[in-house]
């Protein structure tokens, strides 16, 4: 996850890249003309690529589409990547640098990731950039994050509709200053019909909340008789989490570097049948090539959701 320092500087600009992402964050939902898709997970499906290694020198794609890396197969590829960020902080120390020097770095990393995922067609990314228990880290340090959060989306909004990109944000955002929520709200507004890419930012969450405050909206539902206790679904909750923002709220493969080997309570329900890929590389690390290795794991897997081999 993204950890920032008191003593952190501000970014550079971030106008001359494309497809760059912002964070921004809101319980607020945008809705879009188009259906949701609250479907079970989706059908198994059989790796495209066997390839030994991953070569990321680019090749052309059989519809003349934009660039794929050799060794992965469009038709396989994830709909929706989930990415917990972590090892600035040690990234900095290992280069007998200062944190914020591992945090800058890092936000560089973000940057590549969601221009490379616009790229190569992948619908939504989501990325862990402050758990609700980031609210304990000290007041400095928290007052800076907010801060920077809120000067990076003013300057780079306009970026999100030239590159089509959508903003939503999950987490409980009651804590940010009012102005900043307001300034979400207009960002989200902005981007509402966006179809290239759906960047959901993580702020102030919890996987565990997440399905509390679904369970409450259900239990004031029966309250006001408009269901039954036997009404409850699994598609009912699914329909309540937060991540019922976009259109795919079930990650396909979800992303951790630094060495972790946890989920850190992050998209606790959602991750039921996602696949895993844990890397030693840190956040700032984690370039082209890394997202390249992590892809091709995913689809040299076989999907089975429970089913047995060669089921339908």
């Given amino acids: 996850?993204?950890?920032?320092?008191?003593?952190?500087f501000p970014l550079p600009s971030l106008q001359n890249f494309k497809c760059i992402p912002s964070i921004s964050f809101s319980r607020r939902k945008s809705h879009r003309t188009k259906p949701r898709n609250f479907s079970s997970p989706p059908t198994p499906r059989i790796s495209a690529s066997s390839a030994a290694e991953t070569s990321v020198e680019e090749k052309r794609s059989v519809d003349g589409g934009d660039t794929l890396p050799e060794g992965l197969s469009r038709e396989a590829m994830p709909r929706h990547v989930a990415v917990i960020m972590d090892g600035n902080a040690r990234w900095a120390r290992a280069q007998g640098l200062p944190p914020a020097a591992g945090h800058e770095a890092g936000v560089r990393s973000l940057k590549q990731?969601?221009?490379?995922?616009?790229?190569?067609?992948?619908?939504?990314?989501?990325?862990f950039a402050f758990s609700s228990q980031n609210w304990f880290r000290p007041k400095a340090e928290v007052d800076f994050l907010i801060s920077l959060f809120e000067s990076v989306l003013r300057a780079d909004i306009e970026n999100f509709v030239r590159e089509n990109i959508?903003?939503?944000v999950i987490g409980d955002s009651s804590k940010l200053p009012k102005s900043l929520q307001m300034l979400i709200n207009e960002a989200e507004e902005m981007t509402k019909?966006?179809?290239?890419?759906?960047?959901m930012v993580a702020v102030s969450y919890s996987g565990r909340d997440d399905i509390v405050q679904a369970c409450q909206k259900i239990a004031y539902k029966v309250k006001d008789g408009l269901l039954?206790?036997?009404?409850?679904?699994e598609l009912l909750i699914e329909q309540?989490?937060?991540?019922?923002?976009?259109d795919f709220p079930f990650p396909d493969l979800l992303i951790r570097t630094s060495g972790?080997?946890?989920v850190s309570n992050f998209l606790l329900w959602q991750l039921a049948y996602t696949e895993l890929f844990f890397t030693g590389s840190l956040w700032p690390d984690f370039g082209e090539a890394e997202y390249v290795q992590a892809l091709q794991s995913y689809q040299d897997r076989q999907r089975r959701f429970g089913l047995?081999?060669?089921a339908a």
């Fill in 1 to 8: 996850m993204l950890t920032l320092q008191p003593n952190y």
């Fill in 113 to 127: 990731m969601v221009k490379l995922s616009c790229m190569w067609e992948i619908k939504v990314l989501t990325v």
């Fill in 166 to 168: 959508r903003l939503c």
């Fill in 193 to 199: 019909n966006n179809t290239r890419l759906d960047l």
């Fill in 228 to 233: 039954e206790p036997g009404d409850i679904t």
């Fill in 240 to 246: 309540e989490l937060e991540t019922n923002a976009v």
């Fill in 260 to 262: 972790e080997l946890r």
């Fill in 308 to 310: 047995r081999d060669g």
